[in-house]
């Protein structure tokens, strides 16, 4: 057992993060939407507590000049739910050629970053706990089997209760 790596340390605290932000961009969707037109056939959307993503076979500001699709920024879009909805694919032929959009609740991204987030933090407070049993540095990981003064040989640490000591 080793103390946890840099990259685990970082993705902890970036899920973390992104459960954190989550919240707030869930409620601030119920009042506004944003929405950026990625190409002319793409586009990207936070409104009503979903994230959607919609892809045309056609240029839509040729097709549709001055509509909501052309449009990139925040403005004001109240939302008539609370965004708790199910994921949603739309597909079909419109007038003017194909649309598809997939929609994504937050709520649901928010399970999928809680999830490997938890499980992280809890595999390292078990690294941590069980460090005594494995006779680990808790402040730098080094292994301590054999030592019997209780302080650690490469940080000075001292742990106490260790076996022959008092």
């Given at each position: 057992m080793h103390q946890p790596s840099r990259a685990r340390r970082i993705l902890k605290w970036t899920g973390v993060g992104l459960l954190t932000l989550n919240p707030v961009i869930w409620i601030l969707s119920l009042q506004f939407g944003f929405q950026l037109l990625i190409?002319?056939?793409c586009n990207?959307?936070?409104?009503g507590g979903q994230v959607a993503?919609?892809?045309c076979d056609f240029d839509v500001a040729k097709a549709w000049p001055n509509s909501a699709f052309t449009f990139t920024g925040i403005r004001k879009f109240p939302s008539k739910n609370?965004?708790?909805t199910w994921p949603i694919v739309k597909t079909g032929?419109?007038?003017t050629g194909h649309m598809t959009m997939i929609a994504a609740p937050l709520w649901l991204l928010l399970l999928f970053t809680a999830i490997p987030t938890a499980w992280l933090w809890h595999r390292d407070s078990r690294l941590i706990s069980s460090s005594s049993d494995h006779r680990l540095c808790l402040r730098c990981g080094y292994d301590l089997t054999g030592n019997t003064s209780g302080i650690c040989s490469e940080c000075g640490e001292r742990r106490p209760n260790v076996a022959g000591t008092t």
């Open positions: 190409t002319s056939s990207f959307s936070i409104w993503l919609s892809i609370l965004g708790v032929p419109l007038s």
